[in-house]
């Protein structure tokens, strides 16, 4: 009777765990065949499912760690883990920022959308993830910092929305060539800070490039990239007498 209400107990357990979709259906049917099975005092049943318990609570305490770290991360963890990773070295490093990628670091994630889904013929389905991630990063709030190598910071999402719309333009493939679009999104990334972006979008009204052309635009947001440490800014400055 004592293996009975343990088995009937340790089927509950793992039956409550999981999501609702078809494949934890069947899991549950499985489940119940076994815990059937020990109650009716098969050995090897009981020995299974009760494994089984002992793995869902591994798991379960993984998965709960593993939240928790996110929710005690703050931006500025994220952009450090990802500089330690960067920093670290080849080979181990490209493996530590893709493993930070997959953990949901944006800045990691960004990284890998740069140096390899956008220059690599994959699939649609990676495509589709990288479009997701890479706009979802493009929303992020202001405390989330990208740094260059130069040794600058600016938001993290500004650097995405540029990013975009140099694909946009072209350059990368996640997107189909599209230079309202490209413009749309240069506009966000010069808004929210990245120098190189306010750089070309002075440009475009320098020269009216997909734009009317309109120099006294130019020349603040020449102002604004050179600001902000952009030397090509700087230099075209100082060739309109600025």
């Excluded at 815990?35 to 305490?61: T, Y």
């Excluded at 060539?177 to 750089?199: C, H, K, R, V, Y």
């Excluded at 009317?212 to 060739?239: F, M, Q, T, Y």
Aim: hydrophobic share 40%; glycine share 8%.
């Amino acid at each position: 009777m004592k293996h009975v209400v343990l088995m009937v107990g340790l089927s509950l357990c793992l039956q409550g765990c999981g999501n609702d979709d078809h494949q934890h259906a069947i899991q549950q049917d499985t489940v119940q065949k076994v815990a059937q099975k020990a109650a009716g005092g098969d050995e090897k049943s009981m020995h299974d499912l009760e494994e089984q318990v002992r793995a869902k609570i591994r798991a379960d305490n993984k998965s709960r760690k593993k939240a928790a770290r996110k929710m005690a991360s703050k931006p500025s963890d994220d952009l450090a883990q990802y500089t330690k990773a960067l920093m670290s070295g080849p080979p181990g490093n490209i493996e530590k920022l893709k493993a930070l990628a997959v953990d949901g670091n944006p800045n990691a994630q960004l990284w890998e959308i740069r140096a390899t889904v956008r220059v690599m013929d994959v699939s649609a389905g990676v495509r589709t993830r990288a479009r997701t991630e890479i706009e979802a990063i493009a929303t992020l709030a202001p405390a989330y910092q990208y740094q260059a190598l130069s040794g600058q910071y600016w938001p993290l999402a500004a650097e995405a929305a540029f990013l975009i719309s140099d694909d946009y333009l072209g350059a990368g493939g996640l997107y189909p060539t599209d230079i309202p679009l490209a413009l749309q999104w240069l506009n966000t990334a010069s808004a929210g800070g990245q120098p190189e972006a306010m750089f070309k979008l002075a440009i475009r009204y320098q020269y009216g490039l997909d734009v009317d052309a309109d120099i006294e635009s130019a020349k603040v947001w020449l102002k604004k990239s050179a600001d902000a440490g952009w030397r090509p800014a700087a230099n075209e400055l100082e060739k309109l007498g600025q």
